[in-house]
Structures are given as C-alpha cells and as structure tokens.
C-alpha cells in the first residue's frame, strides 16, 4: 500500500493522487458483472452520446446497494478520501461513464465543483471523487486528464454559462436522451465548460497528468480542480466508477430551487464509517 502520508501530501499539492489497485477484485469485479445490467437498465438515470443510442453515464448507483455499495463503503477507498477531506463525509454522488469503444466521446475541460454548486447549491468545494478503473486506462481510450494544482485557484473563474436545469429543459440539445433536465450535465458539450482555448493554455503552462493504468488503479481529485478527457479511440471501453464523496459539513441546503432528484443526487449526509488509512 502505498504511504498515506506521501499521498496527502501530493493530494494537497495537486489536487490529485493516483494510486495503483488499491481496491482488491473482489469488491470491483461484480460491478463488472452487474454493469451490462446497468448499462440498459432504461430510465432518467441513463445518459446517451451524441448518437442517442451508446450509454455515457449512469447515475445514481447510490440507491442500488450490494456491490455499488460495498465499493463505496471500502475502507482503502473510504480511509484514503477522509484523509484527502480531513472531515466526516458521505457518498454524495456515484455514477458510471462507460467510455464504449470508439464510440465514447470526450468530456470537456471543467471543474465538478461549477456543477453541485450550481446545480445543487454546494457552498465550498469540500468533496472529491474517487475514480475507480473498471477497465484498463491507456493513453488510446480516453484517459481522465488533469491540470495540477487548479483545485487552489478560486472557483469558477472561467466557468461559462449558466443553465440550471431547473426548467426541465435540456441545456444542449445535442446532449442526447435521458434525464429530464440534466442532460446539459452530462452532455460533450456542456454548459460548464471551461473555455477551451484558455484551458488549453492552463494546460501547456501547468501541464497535465493523462492518469493511466490497470483495472483496480483510483484516481482521487478534488472537487475544483479542473480535469477533461477525450474521445475514445481504442477497440475496448474505458470504464469508470465515479464515486464522489462531499463533507458532511457541506451537504447542500434541503430546500435549495434546482436541488436534484434523490436518482442522481444522495441526500442523505450521514457520516461514512471509516478505517484507518
Ligand atoms: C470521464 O468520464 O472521463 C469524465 C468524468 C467526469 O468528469 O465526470
Ligand atoms: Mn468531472
């Protein structure tokens, strides 16, 4: 395992950590064998590439315990993200992208943080993600990309605009089909983009970390920091697990307007148990 404390520390300067299989087989590989179950499970839940037809991302895995659970509830997982938050926290949002071969399309530059805060009315950029490779990650199949130490700059600097979704209407038509309102969220084409050109300029003054490696391999980032990833190119899928975890202190007012529905978004703020790191 590697050391927590090395792991803080680069979690604190770069907003993120990537951390080879850490989580053994048996807590990911049944979600590899319930996935296709997931996947054409039909619903709001299920979100669609440009094509309308490949799944992109599937939300609300909260509700569906079993495996999702006990992966989000495994204490190398829980431990490292209580350590990086430094607070009680619980499983604020967990979704699949599937990345389909050659299909799956990029996700552009953006901060998470842009979207709860608007969306859901997060007040401090107080949560994480843990992204858990179902498949192996290559350099082809559309690896998560990310800027080092974005997640100090002040939040929302260049987000674009704002859609909140509350109306019910899809914020980019292309978006694809699924989830009432919040197809804008999900869609290549969102409406919280970071500009491009001026992200892209971030990026080569920056750099940026393509986070690479075998099934079972997490990626933590922090709530601000400003990750993409491109399109999928290879003949396999790039799969993820996006569990997101917010401090419990920072669980969104219940009565905030546009607050989503439980199907995407847990409101439940009750403090995961956690282990030691
Ligand atoms: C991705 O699946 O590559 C992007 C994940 C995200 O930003 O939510
Ligand atoms: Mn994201």
Do not use: C
Not at 68 to 77: R, V
Not at 128 to 140: G, K, N, P, S
Not at 142 to 166: C, E, K, V
């Amino acid at each position: 395992m590697t050391d927590p404390k090395r792991l803080l520390a680069q979690f604190r300067r770069d907003g993120f950590a990537v951390v080879p299989p850490m989580t053994p087989p048996e807590i990911w590989g049944p979600l590899t064998e319930e996935l296709p179950a997931v996947l054409a499970e039909e619903g709001p839940q299920r979100f669609f590439e440009e094509d309308g037809t490949t799944v992109r991302a599937v939300y609300g895995l909260h509700r569906r315990g079993g495996p999702w659970q006990a992966l989000a509830e495994a204490s190398p997982l829980t431990a490292l993200a209580r350590l990086f938050l430094g607070e009680d926290m619980y499983v604020y949002q967990w979704k699949v992208n599937p990345k389909a071969a050659r299909r799956g399309d990029r996700w552009q530059w953006h901060r998470d943080f842009d979207f709860w805060r608007a969306a859901d009315g997060m007040r401090r950029p107080a949560a994480l993600t843990a992204a858990v490779f179902l498949d192996e990650v290559t350099e082809e199949n559309g690896p998560l990309r990310l800027i080092p130490g974005t997640h100090t700059d002040r939040p929302a600097a260049a987000a674009s605009a704002g859609n909140d979704g509350s109306d019910g209407s899809d914020g980019n038509t292309g978006g694809g089909a699924g989830g009432g309102g919040w197809a804008w969220i999900t869609s290549s084409r969102n409406a919280y983009a970071l500009p491009d050109p001026s992200t892209e300029e971030l990026a080569r003054t920056r750099g940026v970390h393509e986070a690479t490696g075998p099934a079972g391999t997490v990626v933590f980032f922090h709530g601000n920091l400003v990750h993409s990833s491109g399109p999928n190119h290879s003949p396999h899928t790039r799969t993820l697990a996006l569990i997101s975890y917010n401090a419990v202190s920072n669980a969104p007012p219940a009565d905030h307007p546009a607050a989503r529905q439980d199907l995407f978004l847990n409101h439940d703020a009750k403090p995961l148990p956690v282990g030691d790191a």
